[in-house]
T-cell receptor, first 115, second 116 residues
Framework: AQSVAQPEDQVNVAEGNPLTVKCTYS??????LFWYVQYPNRGLQFLLK??????LVKGSYGFEAEFNKSQTSFHLKKPSALVSDSALYFC?????????????FGQGTTLQVKP | DTGVSQDPRHKITKRGQNVTFRCDPI?????LYWYRQTLGQGPEFLTY????????KSRLLSDRFSAERPKGSFSTLEIQRTEQGDSAMYLC??????????????FGPGTRLTVL
C-alpha cells in the first residue's frame, strides 16, 4: 500500500538552531515528493518538491529537503529556524497507482520554534 | 489575487441539511482536486477533475456527495443530508501538467464545515 509517514507529531527547536522534520514514504514507481506548510485556518502552501535530479532540493523560505532512495525518506530541513516557521508541516507523495496526480499526505508534524 | 479561492470559508449547518461549496481554481489550471481534512490528520483525496471530466472518485465519497466542474472552470461540491461525521475542512487544489512535467498543486484556503 502506498503511504507517507511522519513519525513525529511535534518538533520543538530553539530559534537559530537547525531543524529537521522527518518523512518516509512507500510508493510504487518513482516517487514524486512534496512538502507543504499550513498556518492556522489557512490552506496548504507549497514549499518544495522532488521529481528527479539532485537529491537535495531547495525550496521557499530557506527550506530544503533531502531525498534518500535507499532509506525511502524525504526529510525537511532548515539551517536556522525562525519563530515564524512555527506551523503544521505535511509531507506528500503522488499516488503512483493513478494518472491523476492526486497526493497522499502524512498526518502532519507541528513545528514549534521558541525564541 | 490569482490563487485558488473557495466559498464560503465557514459553514455551520444542522444535520440533514444540504450544503454546497464552490472552488475557483487558478485560471490556466486544467486539473482540479477536492480533499477533506479532519482535525489532526492530513488531507485525504476525494475527487479529481481534468477540465470538465470527473475522472476519479475516492471511496470516501459516499452517494451523498456530488461534485461538478461545468465548462472546466469553477467546481462545486455538494453534500446532501449532512451528518456530524461530515464535519471537516474541505480543500480544493488545482494544478497543471505540461509535456509530462509534474507541477505542484496550489490549495485554496478551505471551507470549514460544522454539522450540528
Amino acid at each position: 500500500a502506498q503511504s507517507v509517514a511522519q513519525p513525529e507529531d511535534q518538533v520543538n527547536v530553539a530559534e537559530g538552531n537547525p531543524l529537521t522534520v522527518k518523512c518516509t514514504y512507500s510508493v510504487s514507481g518513482n516517487p514524486y515528493l512534496f512538502w507543504y506548510v499550513q498556518y492556522p485556518n489557512r490552506g496548504l502552501q507549497f514549499l518544495l518538491k522532488y521529481i528527479t535530479g539532485d537529491n537535495l532540493v531547495k525550496g521557499s523560505y530557506g527550506f530544503e529537503a533531502e531525498f534518500n532512495k535507499s532509506q525511502t525518506s524525504f526529510h525537511l530541513k532548515k539551517p536556522s529556524a525562525l519563530v515564524s516557521d512555527s506551523a503544521l508541516y505535511f509531507c506528500a507523495v503522488r499516488d503512483g497507482t493513478s494518472n491523476t496526480g492526486k497526493l497522499i499526505f502524512g498526518q502532519g508534524t507541528t513545528l514549534q520554534v521558541k525564541p | 489575487d490569482t490563487g485558488v479561492s473557495q466559498d464560503p470559508r465557514h459553514k455551520i449547518t444542522k444535520r440533514g441539511q444540504n450544503v454546497t461549496f464552490r472552488c475557483d481554481p487558478i485560471s490556466e489550471h486544467n486539473r482540479l482536486y477536492w480533499y477533506r481534512q479532519t482535525l489532526g490528520q492530513g488531507p485525504e483525496f476525494l475527487t479529481y477533475f481534468q477540465n470538465e471530466a470527473q475522472l476519479e472518485k475516492s471511496r470516501l465519497l459516499s452517494d451523498r456527495f456530488s461534485a461538478e466542474r461545468p465548462k472546466g472552470s469553477f467546481s462545486t461540491l455538494e453534500i446532501q443530508r449532512t451528518e456530524q461525521g461530515d464535519s471537516a475542512m474541505y480543500l480544493c487544489a488545482s494544478s497543471t501538467r505540461l509535456a509530462g512535467e509534474e507541477y505542484e498543486q496550489f490549495f485554496g484556503p478551505g471551507t470549514r464545515l460544522t454539522v450540528l
